[in-house]
């Protein structure tokens, strides 16, 4: 392995889902409850509009005629089809969503700069096509727009009934589905259902607490739900309930045991949301 290929694959690791797990848990805990709930419900349309898109067009890759084009280790970050790039695609959602959320010019530069980085190490690792890469960038930008400026209801029927019907969309996926529907209804109906009512921590101490001990919570849970057995963790209700628990978890279940550090606040969600957007 070349050390540009070692450099691509580091960098191409970024748009992990371990990744924007931590991101995404960061960011609602230490700058933007409401924000975060509503960047998540996002992130969940824009991963189930990939994963529609590419099952739906299943469009090879670069390597699918020439198996050599790339490497083994390559490969291996490779899965599905390739319309559109979900690494491009869910890099631009996130990082371009808490940029349109914060309205920080510092930070619109860190996040293009990371995205385009995520963008280029797909086609440095010969795994999509340009094509491929631009629809992905595309979708990702229009969803982060999304983020930027749409609300949703926090309180009320909505709050339950549309996570319920998104897990029985799921019970019902046919057998074979690709597993990424289940991970995105799940993640839908989790981030959907989920109050952050808690203020972030207004000193580094508190921050640095936070960070380590609620990813170490959110980890042990993510861990855990993913040593089930492959025949039952795959279901796409198990899935997506499995997904819509780490949600809860992160969101609701980490502020609750960090108390202490993530003061409860009386005011709606989505009111904090839209005056830390303003």
Known sequence: MSGMESFWLAVTALGRDEVFIVVLALYTWLWNPGGGRRLGVVFALSYLVNSALKYGLNLGRPFTADPGLASEAARATAGGPGLPSGHAQMAATLWGGIAAQLRRPALWLVAGV???????????????????????????????????????????????????GALVVAAFLPAGTPREYGAGLGLFAGFLFVRPDFLPPRDVAGRVIVG???????????????????????????????????VLVAVEGVPLLLRRWLPRHAAAPERRAAEAVS
Request: charged share 10%; net charge positive.
């Open 114 to 164: 990371i995205v385009a980085l995520i963008a280029a190490s797909r086609l440095a690792l010969h795994v999509h096509y340009p094509s491929d890469v631009m629809v992905g960038l595309l979708l990702g930008v229009a969803f982060a727009v999304l983020a930027g400026r749409v609300a949703f209801a926090g309180t009320g029927t909505l709050r339950w009934a549309v996570p319920l």
């Open 212 to 246: 380590v001990l609620g990813l170490a919570v959110v980890f042990a849970v993510f861990f855990a739900l993913g040593a089930l057995p492959s025949a039952v963790k795959d279901l796409g209700l198990v899935r997506a309930l499995r997904y819509a628990v780490l």
